[in-house]
């Protein structure tokens, strides 16, 4: 399929994608994940399970296939990422995985970069919202309900870097000096931050595409684009002028509206920094954010944390133009707690609420939304949400999922 698909070759291949789920028994690979992979793996599947059963009456059923990846394929296979576990995403064109440990000084940089870039999965989805009982560092953390799309595949993530004083580095810097007179310090390591117009434009039209289809009325291109202009100023142009070509039925630049976009949909652009102040002051404001890796993560990081929750907080990594996705646990294996059954899995439970949205199983994703609801207003939450609430039972990793496979079979 073509890198640089239109709006409508977009939507139609998103409706593909559904309909490729449109199976009573898909098979989904997993990957457990190290750590405390073997805790909350278990209970998430606990959850998914029931909230499918509920919502199908037993008509539907996810098989699970468990595939490696980790200290666990390292383990078995000697292997960090076996070519099998790439494989079986590839085929199934779906998964969900648990945190992975990062190998110290191992061939592979970190192997979750390296699914995204060997699958292509080209954006990185982050849907924040906080759910009422979980204690924040702000004070309205109910003002912020954000899907923060990161681009996935380039910027400093591209792992172009070489070292201070290697060969490379030396003959880098030569040419950069004869070519380009350009002095930099010879005791510099040098890193290469590639922004393409192509990976700019899957990724803003996948937030423009969200945003229509969600009904939202706000985008906001996130960038550091008056310091660099040729990475992210183009990121920022490409967006704006992608509007005008692509989205103007529906969608309006705050410049060519003077802020008034009537039933369109308003695209601004912020400056990274601006933005990180403005989402702890005025967060409502924002509802769709398309921004460079870097600052992807930077700032889902940051809203992650005011709304309170590492342990709750999901991803998607998607690639929209031929439907394959991973969806993963954001934080990592927290090697303290691996085995003791007491870390939170919600993380892991939201981003397969996440997949099954993606998926169209909205009635399943309902569900596991609302048991998850429940329990932490009630107050019936692991350890880490049971800090500094006095009205919380704290619970252990399975009671927790018990806790909720018990709403879903209430509701
Ligand atoms: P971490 O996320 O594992 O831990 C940070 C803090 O958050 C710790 O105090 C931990 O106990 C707590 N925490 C994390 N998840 C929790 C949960 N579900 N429930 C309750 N508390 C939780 O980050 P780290 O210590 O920097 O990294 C540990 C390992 O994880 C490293 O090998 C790192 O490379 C890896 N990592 C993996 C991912 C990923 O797979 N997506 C992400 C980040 C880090």
């Known amino acids: 399929m073509s890198e640089n698909l239109s709006r409508n070759e977009l939507i139609e291949a998103i409706k593909n994608t559904r309909k490729s789920f449109d199976t009573d028994?898909?098979?989904?690979?997993?990957?457990?994940?190290?750590?405390?992979?073997?805790?909350?793996?278990?209970?998430?599947?606990?959850?998914?399970?029931?909230?499918?059963?509920?919502?199908?009456?037993?008509?539907?059923?996810i098989n699970w296939l468990e595939v490696l990846a980790g200290q666990k394929a390292y383990d078995f296979t000697s292997e960090w990422l076996p070519e099998a576990t790439l494989d079986s995403f590839d085929e199934y064109?779906?998964?969900?995985?648990?945190?992975?440990?990062?190998?110290?000084?191992g061939g592979i940089r970190s192997i979750n970069v390296s699914i995204r870039q060997k699958l292509d999965l080209y954006v990185c989805l982050r849907p924040i919202r906080w759910f009422q009982g979980v204690e924040t560092?702000?004070?309205?953390p109910g003002d912020v309900n954000i899907s923060l799309f990161r681009e996935n595949t380039e910027d400093v993530y591209a792992g172009k870097e070489?070292?201070?004083?290697?060969?490379q580095v030396k003959k880098l810097n030569n040419f950069l000096k004869s070519e380009f007179s350009w002095d930099i310090r010879e005791d510099s390591g040098i890193g290469i931050k590639p922004i393409s117009k192509t990976a700019s434009e899957r990724l803003i039209r996948s937030a423009l595409n969200y945003a229509v289809e969600n009904n939202k009325k706000n985008v906001a291109i996130v960038h550091?684009?008056?310091?660099?202009?040729?990475?992210?100023?183009?990121?920022?142009?490409?967006?704006?002028?992608l509007v005008k070509n692509e989205?103007?039925?529906v969608a309006v630049s705050w410049e060519d509206c003077n802020g008034q976009p009537g039933d369109k949909i308003l695209v601004q652009d912020v400056i990274a920094d601006a933005f990180l102040q403005q989402i702890l002051i005025k967060p409502q404001e924002f509802e769709v954010i398309a921004t460079t890796n870097l600052n992807g993560d930077y700032a889902s990081d940051a809203l992650a944390a005011q709304i309170g929750g590492i342990g709750i907080s999901p991803g998607g990594n998607i690639n929209y133009e031929n439907g394959k996705s991973v969806f993963e646990a954001t934080h990592g294996t927290a090697p303290k707690y691996a085995g003791h059954n007491k870390a939170n899995p919600g993380s892991l439970i939201l981003s397969g609420e996440m997949m099954f949205r993606y998926m169209g199983w909205n009635e399943a994703a309902e569900l596991i939304?609302?048991?998850?609801?429940?329990?932490?207003?009630?107050g019936n939450v692991t350890y880490d949400l049971a800090r500094g609430r006095n009205d919380a039972t704290?619970?252990?990793?399975?009671?927790?999922?018990?806790?909720?496979?018990?709403?879903?079979?209430?509701?």
Do not use: C, H
Request: proline share 6%; glycine share 10%; aromatic share 12%.
């Open 25 to 61: 028994n898909p098979t989904i690979p997993f990957i457990e994940g190290d750590g405390i992979g073997v805790d909350i793996w278990p209970a998430s599947q606990k959850v998914f399970d029931a909230a499918v059963s509920k919502a199908y009456s037993n008509n539907r059923r």
């Open 162 to 167: 070489l070292e201070m004083n290697s060969e």
């Open 224 to 241: 550091k684009g008056n310091i660099m202009k040729f990475t992210e100023g183009a990121f920022r142009a490409w967006g704006y002028d």
């Open 369 to 378: 939304i609302k048991s998850m609801e429940k329990s932490i207003f009630e």
């Open 93 to 105: 064109g779906i998964g969900i995985k648990g945190p992975l440990t990062t190998p110290v000084g």
């Open 137 to 140: 560092p702000t004070k309205n």
């Open 394 to 411: 704290t619970l252990s990793t399975e009671d927790f999922a018990k806790s909720l496979v018990e709403n879903i079979e209430g509701f």
């Open 247 to 249: 989205f103007s039925d």
